[in-house]
């Protein structure tokens, strides 16, 4: 793990440019990012999208203390110190965020809540938690993104709006590549986009299909039908996604004549009426395409490493998210160790937030919840979440300060290449230190 | 060497095959994690001594063939919960972290239920190049074994496209330019040429060793012709490691013993051969028979061949491969979920869950082919024992599988509950030999560390790795194995008697073959143009790895 302490210096008024950094704005994690440092400042970022560009660009310091406790300033011993008392007290500790951090530093807090018999959760859960759900019950046929750079010729997005929050996506990865098998790239490809709105993605469809507002359900379900051959009645069709059923058998027809079809879904898949049900029918699609011609599909991610999160919970407890050890051993269980829940049924008595921040996006009774117990909290700024936790620690940027590895939404790993240091500790760092003074209350000798 | 810090193992009975030794009583001495010369001066005093008298020493378990680690055995984690809740718990200690088991168990708890088993080496077989960094952040969280992991390359492009162009030597320096990238151990072929068609058609494999791979235009023969050579030439300890096409097919074992047949005299490994070893009509379950005896006997008669066997148990798991479209065929027999994952320019994946019913035919002849393997190859430094884990069934099954071959009595109880068409459709119920102490330290350790080429494992000589087994000797050699009294990893006390003692991590053991590095260039332009990650990003450096062994 020795690319998380790596010192990244330069003289002051020196030039640096750092090659393939690692963007972790979004689940495309871009490595390609050319950064030019001057006086710990990231004055370009060549390639990198206007996200991108943003997160670079616009990152500076927080001039703010390392460490808080009750809201002043402490040393972050004191912190470290009063962190461990507040997880090893309480009854129902838990641990939650983790996705926008690197896998080193997930790994550590998955010791942690081992050691306090806590409850770890991840974003995961707010986010694509019901595709995790669905792949449990009928799998999922899927690849990494340059296969479908160099094959996908029927690229669909369902839910989802790349442009805006995946905008490098179209030209790195789904429909502009020139590939291996698609030597015109865009001209090779069809892409259909299925929506409830016409969002600004919409644009670079060939074919937009927009439904009913919670209709994706009955709108998968229905080219589940087509692909096997069911007669459908146009009117219900029509009544219950609000697209006409020449619609859907054209599509069908398009899907079944592609030679490598690829369907990309958001959380306008998994955040609406059916939830795990939806994702588990457009998983279940995709299957059942493989009976006709190949075809894959990918839920687009947000968060820079929550693929990461999946995959560190998943390695070291056997479960992807809401993961419970109050009884010493890993059990799984959404929608009770699911952090929005543990909160919202009053149930934690104390907890550690990663990167994230309850305290603007979570329900009332959550938030009023997390308000009224102690807890940690980790990030690279003053947020609503820091301000009210018992200690707050200010860590570093991840690929900008530290390095570390992230998972691309497609599983595969990536390091990162940290443009200069920060003042501030890492979050390996903080929590590496948390885990020592817990090992020690609690006793763990190894 | 007055300072050292010596652990003495003191009148064991020591079965140490590589050095001729068949159960004798023997001292060990061991200082700094390795097998030493006894002290000459006679005032030097172990700081402990571990009484072994009418104890059985063993050099520490290796597993040559298993997945344990990487991006599908995570997926498979991720996707069978069921199992885990109603597997046994696996509760934390003070010094051991908590894990989940069924079928894929969680990294820590595979790392200690393989050394609660005696197993102090395992390799992941099966790790696409793409996602080497993932196997080993995995591995650095999997305790008290030695580690390593074979990379897939029988569906890889650039391997294809310099056979197809007719350049061994770009094919030689890519291999080792990829297993220096990778940190990994040795070549793996899946279903050479089979993968790359089923990423371009639908259903689409291979069907023989002269199939065409379109766009590539070679033939699996040629893929495994020209990797073994270009293995060869690069001194790898182990060459390849290959998984046939047609792997489960009726009438599968004309394409194993041409694959076997195509390695020209190079050294090659067979893994998982009981997947490959069927006769009967193509697609014909219903004239499915064995066909061990036939290719055994080129095994027997042939010195290059090495083959693992990939044992089925009865029972529940999860089948998992590199073979993107045995998965698909896998999940289209048994209906349940199904993984798919193609990696770019590499290799394909399939996960599916299955079920052995010793009252199915089909499954009892696995079972029954698996121990024809183990019985009629005769010389046990050239078969080695696996399930596949946990392909044919778990690694935990092996004390059982160690059972059924020193025990022919047993053997043929469990026959007895099989229906009685194996019989005729195999020879297991004619074969009456039954394995030595001796074979089985061959077969689990001694054996797949020189097929290996690993130097330090597998025996007790002086200066191997002190990686010692012992057990307490019992009638039912399942209970023997299943419990040893101690596991020694490293001249440390990792397991006693089932209970950790001491995580330590372990090594991750990997090559750095000497290639030439002036085709490099060549590499990163075709590797530019189509990766969707960037050429500088792609090596995996050595901070992965919490401790570093260059093999040989």
Redesign the interface.
């Known amino acids: 793990?020795?690319?998380t302490t790596e010192s990244t210096a330069t003289p002051p008024g020196e030039l640096k440019i750092v090659?393939?950094a690692?963007c972790t704005f979004c689940g495309c994690v871009c490595?390609?990012i050319d950064l030019t440092v001057q006086d710990n400042h990231i004055t370009e970022a060549k390639r990198a999208c206007v996200l991108g560009k943003a997160w670079f660009l616009n990152h500076s310091i927080e001039d703010r203390p390392s460490c808080l406790v009750d809201g002043k300033p402490a040393t972050l011993e004191a912190g470290y110190d009063r962190a461990a008392q507040i997880l090893t007290t309480g009854k129902y500790p838990i641990i939650y965020g983790l996705s926008d951090s690197p896998?080193e530093a997930q790994?550590v807090a998955v010791?942690i809540v081992?050691?306090i018999n806590g409850t770890i959760d991840t974003t995961t859960s707010v986010c694509h938690g019901p595709s995790?759900m669905a792949?449990?019950?009928?799998?999922?046929?899927?690849?990494?993104?340059?296969?479908v750079?160099?094959?996908g010729d029927l690229i669909m997005f369902w839910g989802s709006n790349p442009a805006e929050s995946h905008p490098r996506h179209f030209t790195?990865?789904s429909l502009m590549p020139k590939?291996?098998?698609l030597p015109n790239g865009r001209k090779d490809r069809t892409c259909v986009i299925v929506d409830v709105r016409r969002t600004k993605s919409a644009k670079a469809a060939d074919i937009f299909v927009q439904i009913k507002p919670r209709a994706d359900f009955e709108g998968l379900w229905t080219l589940r039908a087509l692909a096997k051959g069911i007669d459908l009645d146009p009117k219900v069709v029509l009544r219950d996604t609000g697209v006409e059923l020449a619609v859907w058998t054209d599509l069908m027809a398009r899907m079944k004549a592609a030679?490598?079809g690829v369907i990309f879904f958001g959380m306008g898949v998994t955040m609406t009426r059916g939830k795990h049900a939806n994702s588990e029918a457009l998983l279940a699609l995709t299957?059942d395409m493989?009976?006709?011609?190949?075809f894959?599909a990918k839920p687009n991610r947000g968060h820079g490493n929550v693929t990461g999160a999946?995959?560190?919970v998943?390695?070291?407890?056997?479960?992807?998210f809401g993961v419970n050890?109050s009884?010493?051993?890993?059990?799984?269980n959404p929608g009770e160790y699911t952090t929005s829940d543990t909160l919202a049924n009053g149930e934690a008595d104390c907890g550690m937030t990663i990167a994230c921040d309850p305290m603007a996006n979570f329900s009332q009774p959550a938030r009023q919840h997390l308000s009224s117990i102690p807890y940690i909290a980790l990030d690279t700024k003053e947020t609503p979440t820091t301000r009210a936790a018992a200690v707050a620690f200010t860590v570093a940027t991840y690929g900008i300060n530290t390095g570390g590895?992230v998972?691309?939404m497609d599983?595969?790993?990536?390091?990162l290449r940290p443009a200069f240091d920060s003042p501030h500790p890492s979050d390996f760092e903080v929590l590496t230190q948390i885990e020592r003074r817990v090992k020690k209350i609690v006793?763990?000798?190894? | 060497m007055p300072n050292l810090d010596y652990l003495k193992i003191s009148q064991g009975t020591v079965y140490d095959p590589a050095n001729g030794i068949d159960g004798e009583i023997r001292d060990l001495w061991i200082a700094e994690g390795r097998i030493v010369d006894a002290p000459t001066d006679p005032s030097v005093r172990p700081s402990r001594t571990i009484d072994a008298a009418g104890l059985v020493v063993m050099p520490g378990g290796i597993d040559m063939h298993c997945h344990i680690?990487g991006?599908k055995?995570?997926?498979a984690?991720?996707?069978?919960?069921?199992e885990?809740?109603r597997g046994v718990?696996?509760?934390?200690t003070?010094?051991?972290?908590?894990?989940?088991m069924?079928s894929?168990?969680?990294?820590?708890?595979t790392g200690y239920k393989y050394a609660g088993l005696g197993y102090t080496t395992a390799f992941d077989a099966a790790i696409p190049p793409?996602?080497a960094?993932?196997a080993h952040?995995?591995f650095d969280?999997t305790p008290c074994l030695d580690k390593g992991f074979y990379v897939l390359m029988g569906n890889n492009?650039f391997v294809m496209q310099s056979i197809q162009q007719n350049e061994p030597q770009k094919l030689k320096a890519f291999i080792g330019w990829l297993l220096t990238a990778t940190k990994g151990f040795a070549p793996k072929l899946v279903n050479p040429g089979g993968v790359e068609v089923w990423?371009?058609?639908?259903?689409g494999n291979v069907s023989g060793l002269d199939s065409d791979v379109d766009?590539f235009h070679v033939t699996p023969r040629q893929i495994i012709r020209g990797v073994a050579q270009a293995a060869g030439e690069l001194g790898l300890p182990h060459p390849v490691h290959i998984h046939c096409n047609n792997l489960g097919m009726p009438g599968n074992w004309h394409t194993t013993l041409d694959t076997m047949q195509s390695l020209e005299g190079h050294r090659g490994h067979i893994t998982h051969a009981q997947f490959h070893s069927y006769g009967g009509g193509n697609g014909d379950e219903n004239t499915f028979n064995s066909k061990v005896l036939p290719l055994a006997d080129y095994v027997n008669s042939h010195s290059n061949i090495t083959i693992d066997v990939g044992q089925v148990l009865f029972g529940e798991t999860t089948s998992m491969t590199g073979d993107g479209p045995l998965g698909?065929f896998l999940?289209k027999i048994y209906g349940?979920?199904?993984?798919?994952?193609?990696?770019?320019?590499e290799s394909g994946c399939g996960?599916?869950p299955i079920k052995y019913k010793n009252k199915s035919l089909v499954h009892s002849l696995q079972w029954a082919i698996g121990l024809e393997w183990y019985l009629l190859v005769n010389d046990p430094w050239r078969v080695v024992m696996s399930t596949d884990h946990p392909n044919g069934g778990s690694f935990l099954a092996y004390p059982q599988i160690i059972r059924l071959l020193m025990d022919r009595t047993y053997r043929q109880d469990v026959l007895k509950t099989c229906p009685p068409e194996i019989l005729q459709r195999s020879t297991l119920g004619d074969l009456t030999r039954e394995y030595t102490l001796n074979e089985i330290a061959i077969i689990t350790r001694a054996g797949p560390a020189r097929i290996l080429g690993l130097k330090d494992k597998g025996h007790l000589g002086i200066g191997a790795d002190a990686d010692i087994t012992i057990y307490t000797p019992h009638e039912n050699k399942e209970t023997m194995f299943e419990l040893p009294r101690l596991v020694i990893k490293s001249g440390r006390i990792v397991v006693e008697q089932g209970e950790i003692r001491?995580?330590l991590i372990g090594k991750t053991l990997h090559v750095q073959p000497d290639y030439d590095h002036d085709l490099e260039g060549s590499i990163q332009e075709w590797f530019e143009k189509?990766?969707?990650?960037?050429w500088?990003?792609y090596p995996v450096?050595s901070?992965y790895m919490h401790e570093s062994c260059v093999v040989k």
Request: include cysteine; glycine fraction near 10%.
């Open positions: 793990m020795a690319a090659q393939d690692t490595d390609d896998c790994r010791s081992d050691w995790g792949f449990q019950g009928v799998g999922e046929v899927t690849c990494s993104l340059g296969e750079a160099n094959r790195k990865y590939g291996m098998f030679k490598f299957r493989n009976a006709y011609t190949r894959v999946d995959n560190v998943a390695w070291r407890t056997g479960y992807p050890h009884r010493g051993y890993p059990r799984f590895t998972y691309r599983d595969v790993p990536i390091p006793g763990i000798t190894s | 680690a991006p055995v995570n997926v984690r991720k996707m069978r919960p069921e885990k809740r718990p696996m509760p934390r003070s010094i051991a972290h908590s894990g989940t069924g894929v168990p969680s990294t820590f708890a793409l996602g960094r993932h952040e995995e969280d492009h990423k371009s058609h639908q259903a766009h698909y999940s349940g979920k199904w993984f798919s994952g193609d990696t770019e320019m996960i599916t001491d995580p189509y990766y969707s990650i960037r500088r990003n450096d901070s």
